[in-house]
């Protein structure tokens, strides 16, 4: 079968045939780019649009989730680095980091990880991240198996910039890049749009969607292949953070909880963080907004607010688990979206108002498809520096100054 015929059948099965109404006008490049679009995109997310539309704001019943604090963390921090640093060097831990994003906020074109934090040196994101992670490399003695996540968008430009830095001293062996998997955007109705002639409007699948685009790739059958059991997930942007902790990894171990997710004290009651919590008797995480002033008020037995520990993006899951996960589908986010396209005259149009969804995954989901989690609770001052804007909170600055408070010399 032709790539022409199997891209047919796709859209064909999914009622998305408009998506070809331009092909016979393309260019070879453009018929070849867009049939390769068309394979590598998640129509299936449009057969879950009217179900899953509108339960945004649907939640259950919230309950606190006791942190394991640092106190107990600290008398039992021998115990839990030795089982962390045997699975380590068994090779069960791999490392998973999301960066399919762009340093737009930053005022960068280039993917959000090449941005230069240094004053006196560059010092790139992915520099501190490899860095961070070589650390327990040298402390194990055993390479970690690391896969970064790239997006179409920087794919490219990533894969490159690791080659030229030489990994930042990462053995290449066991790097392993895969691109996130994009889901279309569609009218009301599910029918997708078209942005170009010949390119279907598309976004990312969201941070939910990590494991099952890894699973589809090469790094996927790669994980599988060295034996992997445990992935530790996190985002680009915390430069700061602990990867593949064998503390953190043998705590989530050594309780037999089913995921483990690093948590800091919240810095105010109304900081923009996602809290732990119960819902319905299953881990999860209730994202500030959502926050009633109740929830924020309420108290645990020790008089402390029951809602205080943030989550910030590192996660720890069974890698068994997340086959079955994604066996049964995770829950699908319906966003209304303002989204350009061509109109039935082929005239771009930019929307003033939302005239469609986006669909995407929450790694949150990920949580609360479990059973148990172990929220973890880190020194927010030592693992805690996320870059989201040039100045100002959670900025190039803020991560500057906590950097430099660490010892790291920028």
């Not at 924020?296 to 068994?320: C, Q, T």
Request: hydrophobic share 40%.
């Amino acid at each position: 079968m032709t790539t022409y015929e199997k891209a047919y059948e796709k859209l064909e099965k999914y009622g998305q045939l408009h998506v070809l109404q331009y092909y016979a006008e393309l260019s070879e490049e453009q018929k070849e780019e867009l049939l390769a679009q068309i394979l590598a995109t998640d129509f299936s997310v449009l057969t879950s649009r009217e179900k899953e539309t509108g339960k945004e704001s649907e939640k259950g019943k919230i309950a606190p989730l006791a942190a394991m604090e640092l106190d107990e963390i600290n008398a039992r921090r021998d115990e839990f680095e030795r089982i962390g640093l045997e699975a380590i060097r068994a090779g069960k831990v791999g490392a998973v980091l999301l960066a399919g994003g762009m340093g737009t906020r930053l005022g960068s074109d280039d993917p959000k990880g090449m941005y230069d934090i240094g004053l006196t040196k560059p010092v790139y994101i992915f520099e501190r991240i490899m860095r961070n992670t070589l650390d327990v490399v040298e402390r194990s003695g055993a390479w970690i198996p690391f896969f970064i996540m790239t997006s179409d968008k920087n794919h490219q430009a990533t894969t490159k910039f690791f080659k030229t830095h030489n990994y930042f001293g990462y053995n290449p062996d066991y790097v392993c890049f895969f691109q996130q998997e994009m889901a279309p955007a569609s009218d009301y109705e599910g029918r997708v749009y078209m942005e170009e002639k010949g390119r279907i409007s598309t976004s990312p699948n969201g941070n939910g969607g990590w494991f099952v685009s890894m699973e589809r790739s090469e790094a996927g059958k790669k994980m599988h292949a060295m034996g992997v059991e445990w992935l530790n997930v996190f985002a680009v942007d915390n430069v700061l953070q602990r990867i593949a902790d064998p503390c953190f990894i043998g705590g989530v171990i050594a309780e037999n909880r089913a995921s483990g997710s690093k948590v800091v004290r919240k810095a105010a009651p109304d900081e923009k963080v996602g809290v732990m919590c119960l819902e319905d008797g299953r881990p999860s995480i209730i994202e500030y907004y959502e926050l009633t002033q109740e929830l924020m008020d309420a108290k645990d037995e020790k008089g402390e607010p029951a809602y205080n520990f943030g989550a910030i993006l590192n996660y720890l899951f069974r890698v068994k688990d997340l086959v079955e996960i994604m066996n049964h589908h995770l829950p699908l986010h319906v966003v209304e979206k303002k989204i350009p396209y061509l109109d039935e005259q082929g005239m771009f149009i930019k929307p003033e108002a939302p005239n469609g969804y986006k669909y995407e995954q929450l790694v949150l989901d990920m949580v609360h498809e479990l059973e148990s989690c172990l929220p973890f609770e880190v020194i927010r001052e030592r693992e805690f520096a996320p870059i989201k804007n040039r100045t100002g909170i959670d900025s190039v600055d803020s991560a500057r100054e906590l950097l430099a408070g660490n010892g790291v010399i920028l």
